[in-house]
């Protein structure tokens, strides 16, 4: 049995899977949380001895790991040396939060399983195919280039298997489809995807641009930085503020979508503004891409909310009927957990929920990488 070792690296958890490559079934996973906390694993190397008992002896034939930023080095998943570490360590700058732990992950495996091939697999990679008129921002360019400023999207493992899995539900091979994705969780963005390739996406050279997110701004005036600023806010508060305090939080006092569509309804008029500034973003960028796309096949929503939450997608699409986006009300509210197609038989863009699987999409990638 071919089996893939599906590591998510957190700084305080470690989320993992076993994958049996052969028949893409997941035969056990976890996740081991508060790390560096009293009563709990130390760091992450101590969690990772607590996760070889789990696994029971078994030795997987290859660890694949996700790493958020690849910056403009990784293009595709990779074989882990310590040149690609020493890289990865490198590009901390651009996402401190994450690289750092993604990185320890990928240090207490390669100890845990000495000659066990390692690979990372990026969440930027998938975007590396957008055109420079799409990833440039319009800023001093030495500058730019000297600090590595560019767009560079994220949820990229999302958006491949997503991209493959509607192209087969719709029976067309996907290098003939144009789709617009939306991954709606606690973090969220868009893509639009021609030919199975990145052509635009919502997220920026971090994870805070773009769409309105749980606790994150998303797209905003970064003249208002510079007013807080005036006013004494530190850049510490500052990114305290619009990572952690804005978003449907920020507006709606509520960061959880499940629970502040409840408050709606139950006539909060904070959490009722907070789902209308979230939902007119969404169809922000629905226009947008509809016309950077030239028109879409399907419009596919997929990640926590985009799955689950049929208020929402109703909401993104409302009115569409001009545009040829057609919603089948029975279809979307019906609940399931599988791949679907939500809109009416004479929608000329169809309307799809697929469900995400990232660990999967990281094992088929890992395995590929060991192969070739």
């Known amino acids: 049995m071919i089996t893939a070792f599906v590591v998510n690296s957190g700084s ?10 052969d ?3 997941r035969l056990r996973g976890g996740i081991v949380e508060r790390i560096g906390e009293a009563g709990a694993a130390a760091d992450h190397a101590q969690a990772m001895e607590g996760i070889l008992g789990e696994l029971g002896g078994e030795h997987p034939s290859v660890i694949g790991h996700r790493v958020v930023h690849g910056g403009n080095e990784f293009t595709r998943a990779t074989l882990v040396t310590d040149e690609v570490e020493a890289a990865i360590e490198r590009l901390a700058a651009l996402a401190p939060l994450h690289n750092p732990a993604n990185l320890a992950g990928i240090r207490a495996a390669r100890a845990a399983f000495p000659g066990v091939a390692n690979v990372a697999v ?7 195919s957008l055109a420079p008129e799409a990833y440039t ?3 001093d360019a030495e500058l ?5 400023i560019r767009r560079y999207g994220f949820h990229g493992t999302s958006y491949q298997y997503v991209a493959a899995r509607a192209a087969s539900l719709l029976g067309r091979p996907l290098e003939q489809l144009k789709l617009i994705v939306f991954h709606l969780g606690n973090g969220a963005s868009v893509t639009a995807i021609d030919g199975g390739r990145s052509v635009d996406t919502s997220m920026g050279m971090t994870p805070l641009e773009g769409l309105v997110m749980g606790t994150r701004s998303g797209d905003i005036d970064a003249g ?3 007013h807080l600023g005036r006013a004494g806010l530190t850049l510490p508060e500052l990114d305290t503020i619009l990572n952690r305090r804005s978003g449907l939080l920020g ?11 409840a408050a709606s309804l139950a006539g909060d008029a904070a959490a009722t503004l907070a789902l209308d500034v979230y939902y007119h973003r969404l169809r922000h960028y629905l226009g947008a891409y509809l016309v950077q796309l030239g028109g879409a096949d399907a419009v596919v929503f997929t990640a926590g909310v985009g799955e689950n939450s049929a208020p929402t ?3 993104a699409l409302a009115g569409l009927d001009w545009l040829g986006i057609s919603l089948d009300t029975f279809a979307n509210n019906r609940t399931s957990r599988d791949a679907r197609v939500i809109s009416t038989a004479a929608s000329a863009i169809s309307v799809l929920v697929v469900p995400t699987n990232e660990e999967l999409e990281i094992a088929r990638q890992s395995i590929a990488v060991v192969a070739a």
Do not use: C, N, P
């Open 12 to 21: 305080s958890s470690i989320k993992w899977e076993l994958v049996d490559v």
């Open 23 to 25: 028949t893409e079934r």
């Open 122 to 128: 990026f969440d930027t990679a998938f975007h590396q």
């Open 137 to 139: 921002y319009a800023i």
């Open 144 to 148: 730019a280039d000297a600090h590595s």
């Open 224 to 226: 208002i930085l510079f």
């Open 251 to 261: 507006v709606g006092g509520i960061g959880d979508m499940r629970d502040i569509q």
């Open 313 to 315: 997608r109703a909401a």
